[in-house]
């Protein structure tokens, strides 16, 4: 196998790198990880839902930008779901029903 951090050949069950002294991860668990950003934190959470019930596209925006990102699905769900939810409403409101 090869180090993935200086590209030298080491032994298959090396622990550290004897090129550049870089622990050697397992080649499974390097292809297994997933790129995935952040959470929003709570703070940031707070202000889009409050942002989306005076401005429901921010949650539809911020929804769908969520939906896409592993670690924000469930975040992306709930403004989503606010986002539609509030729109409805004004557009219920907007038309006088
Ligand atoms: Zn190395």
């Known amino acids: ?43 940031m959470m707070s202000g889009l839902i409050v942002a989306t019930l005076f401005v429901p596209p921010v949650g539809l925006v911020f929804g769908i930008m969520g939906l896409m990102d592993e670690a924000k699905k469930v975040q992306g769900a709930i403004l989503t779901t606010i986002g539609v939810f509030m729109t409805l409403l004004m557009v219920a409101i907007i038309l006088g029903l």
């Open 1 to 43: 196998m090869y180090c993935q951090h200086c590209g030298k050949e080491i032994k298959d069950k090396a622990v550290v790198c004897t090129g550049c002294g870089h622990p050697v991860d397992s080649v499974g668990d390097v292809e297994g990880k997933t790129v995935a950003g952040e959470p929003w934190n709570l703070l």
